[in-house]
């Protein structure tokens, strides 16, 4: 008997002819998109648009548009698992499952984050911000520090502007307060 044939015998046995597989976990997923659609959707019915009376959208838009969206999505996903649709396996991770969590790179992580937590109202936000992407680049394995600082402090620096300048967002200057 040639591998094709058992291929074939194997899923007559799993699923005979004319029954179509439903995987009906995929129903939790339609509950949570609904619960989520109908809380953005019930949350926002008594909004008022308050100063902004000249937005054209008001505040109830985006929420809105959200709650829709995730109720079409349930709709969608109930339809296709009803008419026997099955998700794929994710064929091109390359992550071996079999091998155990490296709780040494996690705890390096939370500690960067955790001085950078700690620092960042001294320093400022460009000097941890670039400390923070440098720390990071190198406990997951970056040997090239010059590089990944100067990156981190464009970056950094860069943020700060987008968010201090741009959306006036203020973000800690720290010692560089006059400088920035």
């Not at 194997?10 to 005979?16: K, S």
């Not at 109908?38 to 100063?51: E, K």
Request: glycine fraction near 12%; proline fraction near 5%.
């Amino acid at each position: 008997m040639s591998t094709d044939n058992l291929s074939t015998d194997n899923q007559t046995e799993a699923h005979p002819v004319g029954h179509r597989h439903r995987d009906m976990s995929q129903f939790v997923v339609v509950g949570v998109l609904v619960a989520v659609g109908l809380f953005a959707i019930i949350s926002t019915w008594d909004v008022v648009a308050g100063f902004a009376k000249s937005d054209p959208l008001g505040p109830r838009a985006f929420p809105r548009f959200i709650g829709i969206g995730c109720l079409v999505l349930a709709a969608i996903l109930a339809w296709r698992t009803l008419a026997g649709d099955v998700p794929e396996e994710d064929g091109g991770e390359d992550v071996d499952l079999t091998m155990r969590a490296d709780w040494a790179t996690v705890g390096k992580l939370v500690a960067i984050v955790l001085v950078n937590v700690a620092l960042v109202s001294f320093l400022g936000w460009a000097i941890t911000g670039a400390l923070l992407f440098a720390g990071t680049t190198y406990v997951l394995g970056s040997r090239t520090p010059v590089r990944d600082l100067i990156i981190g402090a464009v970056l950094s620096v860069g943020s700060f502007y987008a968010f201090y300048v741009g959306l006036g967002v203020p973000i800690p200057p720290g010692i560089l307060d006059g400088i920035l």
